[in-house]
Each structure stands twice: as C-alpha cells, then as structure tokens.
C-alpha cells in the first residue's frame, strides 16, 4: 500500500464562491488516492503582528502552524489583487514563517495555481509566490496544467 501524502492548500480568497475555491474542491475531488488535499482555512488568524510572538501566542496562530508543519506539501490556490497576492494569504504566509528561524514552510514543497477573469490571469501573483519559495526555502513543483 502507496503512502498518502498530505497537502495542504491555501485559498487567496475568502469569497464563499470564489473562482480559486471551486478550483481547491475541484482538485480535491480528482485526486488520486495518494494525495489528501485539505483546505486550510486562513480568513480567521489575526493580522501578522510581532508583539504577539509571546510565550503565549494567539492560538489560531498555534493551530495554523501545527497544521503547516504536518503538510507534506502546500498548494497555493489564489485570485490576483492588484498585480499581487491578496493580503490574506500574504498574512497567512507571513504567521507561518515565524519566529525567525523556525519557519513551518521550510524545506516543504509548494504548488501554485490560480484564475482570474483578466487578460493576465494571475500570472503576478504566481511570480509573487515563486519569489517568496527562495526566502521561506521552499520547493517550487510545476504543475503542467494550463486553464482556458
């Protein structure tokens, strides 16, 4: 019996029926048995904020982090905001890499994909996310799919 891997996968956008969410349900539907693609909801962490880097920090942060560490592998999955990543997954990914030093995201391999109704897509923001990988040394996977 082949190992399940676990991914799990970041949502840009907090929209209920956002075009990235329905994309995240769809994946997860049609992955084969080997990958468990779990959507990390990210809408509820506070806003990054490093006086909270106490003993005693917020506990959706806690939870948030414990779950990346467990990931096998990230999937980012996001919309573009004015030629960039929404602040939300920005947020999320900043929660993630801290405290210096003891970053969740290190050595993990990440996945991007995202759509928009534009001409460019989401392009920017997956240039974004691929420039974040060096910093958080993470490995960038290519997917091969193209959406038209």
């Known amino acids: 019996m082949s190992a399940v891997h676990d991914v799990a996968v970041l949502i840009g956008s907090l929209r209920k029926e956002s075009f990235s969410r329905k994309i995240a349900l769809a994946l997860a539907e049609l992955a084969p048995p080997s990958l468990k693609l779990d959507i990390v909801e990210i809408g509820n962490l506070p806003h990054y904020n490093q006086d909270l880097e106490t003993a005693s920090p917020p506990a959706e942060w806690v939870a948030y982090r414990d779950r990346m560490r467990r990931a096998d592998a990230v999937l980012f999955v996001t919309p573009e905001y ?3 990543i929404p602040a939300v997954l920005k947020n999320a990914i900043d929660w993630a890499s801290r405290p210096v030093g003891d970053s969740a995201w290190n050595g993990k391999p990440m996945a991007i994909m995202g759509a928009a109704n534009a001409q460019g ?10 420039m974040y990988a060096v910093p958080l040394n993470m490995y960038v996977l290519r997917l091969g799919l193209a959406l038209k």
Request: proline residues 0%; glycine residues 16%; positive net charge.
């Open 82 to 84: 004015n030629h960039g």
């Open 121 to 130: 897509g989401t392009v920017r923001a997956q240039t974004q996310l691929r």
